[in-house]
């Protein structure tokens, strides 16, 4: 296990030297959450009719999406997507160390150094200055750190699943766009789950994308009920299980087909 703390070490740290694009980032994601917030507020001056969230928790949401915006997984590791492509990644295969939890550790280290530039800065200027409000208790606070871990390990078995997806296509452009879309909208994150109709909420919420941010987000906000800690992080943890299956059996079905081109 040495050698994959290791991979994430040295990944997390090369990440964390994009100290330019973590204050474009940040201005860009303070931009487009009160571009949210305005558009939701205009929602709410607008109707009389009750609404399944109150505006403030609309307003806690949308700047927490904002947060941990980096920990979706909307993009893929686009160093190793050049491996792919060159064939570079044939040098990958030489390494003494497990190809999958190798990549899964990358993607770790993905997914975690963005946040850490940016999400602490974002959090407190909200908080000061954009209404963004602590969680609603104790124990909604310990349920969105429990969900919060979970809904990384998510993410990173469905980075993981795309980045092994790519070796399968000739560019793998096609699913790196693809898989945004359905991530930001079935997460919750261009909207919050409860404004769905209610009839495709059923469907969204046996999804796993809602364990990436409308899980921990409404339990943060004490929406969802801590009671409800065990059922919702069993369902992120069971979704992660599958993706990993599923990479893997990928993962060495491709390296028996595999053509390196390139190099």
Do not use: K
């Not at 993009?75 to 040098?91: E, K, T, W």
């Not at 399968?168 to 909207?191: K, Y």
């Amino acid at each position: 296990m040495s050698g994959y703390r290791a991979l994430i070490s040295a990944r997390f740290r090369t990440l964390l030297q994009y100290r330019s694009a973590a204050i474009a980032g940040f201005t860009t994601q303070v931009f487009f959450g009160l571009i949210f917030v305005l558009i939701f507020e205009a929602f709410f001056e607008s109707s009389s009719l009750p609404q399944p969230m109150s505006y403030p928790e609309v307003v806690t949401y949308i700047w927490l999406g904002q947060a941990f915006i980096m920990m979706l997984p909307w993009n893929v590791d686009r160093d190793l997507q050049a491996l792919i492509r060159s064939g570079g990644v044939s040098y990958e295969l030489l390494r003494p160390m497990d190809l999958y939890t190798a990549w899964f550790s990358r993607a770790v280290a993905l997914r975690t150094a963005p946040v850490a530039l940016r999400a602490f800065p974002l959090l407190l200027i909200t908080a000061l200055f954009f209404d963004l409000t602590a969680p609603e208790s104790p124990a909604a606070a310990m349920a969105f750190v429990v969900t919060m871990i979970g809904a990384i390990i998510l993410s990173c078995a469905i980075t993981n699943f795309i980045s092994i997806s790519m070796m399968w296509t000739v560019s793998g452009d096609g699913i790196a766009s693809f898989a945004p879309a359905i991530v930001m909208m079935f997460s919750g994150m261009i909207v919050p789950i409860p404004f769905f109709p209610d009839w495709i909420q059923t469907i969204i919420r046996i999804l796993p994308f809602s364990g990436l941010v409308d899980t921990p987000y409404r339990l943060y906000l004490g929406h969802l009920p801590a009671s409800d800690l065990g059922f919702l992080f069993a369902h992120q943890i069971i979704w992660s299980f599958a993706f990993i299956l599923l990479g893997r059996w990928m993962l060495n079905r491709g390296l028996r087909r595999m053509t390196v081109q390139g190099g």
